[in-house]
């Protein structure tokens, strides 16, 4: 528990640093959000898993700002994804989804905030999150093969000093004949199609055999049998009881994959059930109209308190 | 003592003065020096081997993973970064103490490494310029902290200006010592990390998220290039040292797909040339030893560039060739086919005449094509040679196995053209180009799959018949 003392530390350290403007709760009762009721005591501790009973969610989030060079492009997000969901992130280009992705696995410093996984701190929870960056992030002509990289996936449970053994091969095997590329496995990446790449990709994030899934924009540059295919394996996880949360740029195919949506736009205009929230409304909220006159408003306000931030007592 | 008036002069005068040779000292016929230097006979010889060896192993397996990570540049920056620390190195106690010098170096090219990953994070420049940047800002600072050290009035100040050209000779047994150390420690470390190496190297995004120590293995990696740099720089001097950690390893990358194969090749490579530089400066009286090292492994990389099994340029253009020919080979007898099909397939044999005007194509270029297909064993001459001199009356006949190739290839072309007609709806008279290129490249798979979805075809869209191999014999 000594982590969740000082994530606690941390976050009341935060909040006695900046006073935090009130805009986030404002805007989010006009959303579905369930969570205001937590917004109405600024001092309030985070809740710990120790004082509650039930199983903590896969992935909570509370207040999370984050900035790039102190422009934030993340603010006052809150979020708590239940068990077993497949949650789709859809906003528009710069909304932060990829920005919230990375925050969440401390790739990016976070301004103010707190992310919990499992009722832990991310580095505690590692084991259990499952990661799929975007295709383009890295170099493909490197010279590994596809099971070199699916390799990779097993590297986080080995920890330092161990080499992937038998059994972690035999994984890594059965995870590319799952995504379809056993047959590829000796190939080297770059002679792989985009399609086949990405599957590549999903294949060693099954291979981490994680119970949260965090993926980035998996259906991109993919042809419609591998998204299909994509799209049949991330069922598959949600029956084991897994949970994912995927970046998803097409809103025509938004509703049928996931079974709750974030719609995303710098802070959250809505999240919740498919059924729930995917309306005109609040999609006109999150691509446009009106949102960008209270957007003004609250993007100044969130500038001014990025501007006080010192980044070193929050990293993680 | 005040022999030097500028840094520049000093750098002229010193290269020709010591000119950076191993072979200064014996003076022999140089077939007795190859002997000598391959049997490591004079210690001079065996420490510049060792030391060449050692550098090379270092240099290449630690440069591999900046060729990888796209930081060759990285190289450049540090071999020049640590020059200021040579400085302080040599000022601590007035000597050339490899120790000293040693520490000074890493420090400062470590802040060098440090100053590049801040100034990228806290700007928006990126990493070339501030690589360039942190490089030329460095080595200007070196060269005024030499300058000045040349100038003050102290001890011993000879081998300073070897780590601007390098000299292998000038290795003494504490850098021999110094060089083993570092290339024990790099062994063991990259076999001990090789995996989180690899990881942070291919996915830095990936490696941090499944909890990694990325900035730590990071520096680790930089604080062991910079040991191998500075360790290298006496023999190969601030200039090629880069040359060392990007060639051989550059030249791996063309011939494997496999990090750690390209691991292995690339410390093979780096041995190579620095023996081969080492070796080649013993031989000549003249030719420094670090510019050899850099040109024997450019040298190899120009092997691996035109030989590679895969990407090698050479190795391309024979492949080409070969299909060309090939090629060539196989429209002769696909015109040999066409003429036996006018004839009702009831002649075999053929003059030259007959092809020419077959084919469109003059008579002197008709038989080299028959002779390749002599050559091949696919044809065969009916007249002896020496009574069929008249140009064109020459007769000749395809062989079984000649016989058999022309159906094949005639029956890939109207395979394929029947199945763009039935099966992509072009008009019959649009389908032969694109036949004629698909004809030399569909492979057996491909034809039978052809077969099956056109349920074994008899006829093509001309209405002319498609050859198979029981239905036609000669």
Not at chain 1, 5 to 23: C, D, E, G, N, V
Request: net charge positive; hydrophobic share 45%; charged share 20%.
């Amino acid at each position: 528990m000594s982590a969740n003392l000082t994530l606690y530390k941390r976050s009341l350290l935060s909040l006695a640093r900046w006073r935090r403007p009130r805009f986030a709760a404002s805007i989010q009762s006009a959303s579905s959000f369930a969570s205001d009721a937590k917004h109405s005591n600024e001092t309030s501790v985070p809740m710990t898993n120790d004082t509650n009973p039930k199983t903590p969610s896969p992935l909570e989030v509370h207040d999370l700002t984050v900035a790039y060079t102190k422009r934030p492009v993340l603010y006052g997000i809150d979020l708590e994804v239940p068990k077993g969901s497949i949650v789709g992130v859809v906003g528009p280009n710069g909304a932060g989804k990829s920005t919230l992705i990375k925050s969440i696995m401390g790739l990016l410093p976070v301004a103010s905030g707190w992310i919990k996984v499992f009722g832990k701190s991310f580095n505690q929870s590692v084991t259990r999150v499952g990661y799929v960056p975007q295709r383009e992030s890295v170099d493909w002509d490197f010279p590994v093969n596809a099971m070199d990289v699916v390799l990779m996936g097993r590297y986080g449970r080995l920890g330092p000093f161990k080499r992937p053994s038998k059994a972690d091969k035999e994984i890594a095997m059965a995870c590319l004949e799952k995504v379809k590329m056993l047959p590829y496995a000796n190939r080297q990446i770059s002679n792989l199609s985009g399609g086949q790449q990405q599957r590549v990709f999903l294949a060693r994030a099954l291979a981490q055999e994680s119970d949260l899934y965090l993926m980035d924009e998996p259906f991109v540059g993919v042809d419609a049998t591998t998204e299909a295919a994509i799209i049949e394996i991330l069922r598959e996880l949600q029956a084991q009881g897994k949970t994912l949360i995927v970046v998803h740029h097409d809103l025509t195919t938004a509703p049928d994959y996931f079974d709750r949506i974030l719609l995303l736009n710098m802070r959250v205009v809505a999240f919740g059930k498919t059924e729930d929230v995917f309306n005109f409304d609040n999609l006109q909220m999150a691509y446009g109209g009106r949102l960008s006159i209270l957007s003004e408003v609250a993007l100044s306000r969130a500038r001014k308190k990025a501007e006080g931030d010192t980044p070193d007592n929050l990293a993680e | 003592m005040k022999r030097v008036a500028s840094i520049a002069a000093a750098l002229c005068a010193a290269s020709v003065a010591h000119a950076a040779k191993i072979g200064d000292l014996t003076d022999t016929t140089w077939t007795s020096q190859a002997i000598e230097f391959l049997s490591l006979d004079t210690p001079i010889v065996r420490s510049a081997v060792l030391g060449t060896l050692l550098i090379g192993f270092c240099c290449s397996v630690l440069g591999s993973f900046l060729v990888v990570r796209k930081l060759a540049l990285l190289g450049d920056t540090l071999s020049h970064a640590v020059l200021p620390g040579v400085a302080l190195g040599f000022l601590w106690n007035a000597s050339k103490d490899p120790w000293a010098i040693f520490i000074g170096a890493t420090a400062a090219g470590i802040l060098g490494v440090a100053l590049v990953g801040w100034i990228k994070q806290t700007t928006h420049l990126k990493e070339d310029s501030a690589m360039g940047m942190v490089l030329a800002g460095f080595y200007g600072l070196g060269i005024c902290m030499t300058t000045v050290i040349q100038n003050m009035a102290m001890g011993n100040k000879s081998g300073l200006d070897k780590f601007f050209f390098g000299q292998a000779a000038a290795l003494s047994s504490g850098d021999i010592q110094l060089l083993g150390i570092i290339s024990v420690i790099t062994i063991i470390l990259v076999l001990l990390f090789y995996k989180e190496f690899l990881a942070i190297s291919f996915d830095v995004g990936f490696a941090q998220a499944i909890g990694m120590p990325v900035q730590l293995l990071h520096y680790a990696l930089m604080a062991l290039l910079t040991f191998a740099v500075v360790v290298s720089l006496q023999a190969v001097g601030v200039v090629l040292v880069s040359a060392l950690l990007i060639t051989p390893a550059a030249a791996a990358f063309l011939l494997t797909d496999r990090m750690h194969w390209m691991l292995v090749l690339s410390a093979a490579f780096g041995m190579l040339s620095g023996v081969l530089g080492a070796f080649i400066s013993y031989l000549s009286h003249n030719l420094p030893t670090g510019p050899l090292i850099v040109l024997g492994a450019t040298l190899i990389f120009i092997l691996a560039l035109l030989f590679g099994p895969r990407h090698g340029l050479l190795t391309k253009i024979i492949h080409r060739r070969r299909q060309r020919q090939r090629i060539a080979l196989e429209n002769t007898l696909k015109a040999v086919f066409h003429l036996c099909e006018k004839a009702h397939f009831k002649r075999k044999a053929f003059a030259t005449s007959e092809l020419s005007v077959e084919r469109n194509s003059n008579l002197r270029a008709i038989e080299s094509e028959i002779r390749n297909l002599e050559k091949a064993g696919m044809a065969e001459p009916m007249d002896d040679p020496s009574q069929a001199q008249l140009s064109g009356k020459a007769r000749f006949k395809l062989t079984t196995e000649g016989w058999y190739r022309a159906c094949e290839i005639v029956r890939n072309h109207r395979l394929w053209e029947l199945y763009l007609t039935n099966a992509a709806d072009y008009q019959s008279d649009h389908v032969h180009d694109d036949a004629e290129e698909i004809e030399h490249l569909l492979g057996k798979d491909l034809v039978q799959r052809l077969e099956k979805r056109l349920q074994n075809p008899i006829h093509d869209p001309h209405g002319r018949l498609i050859p198979s191999k029981d239905q036609l014999t000669v």
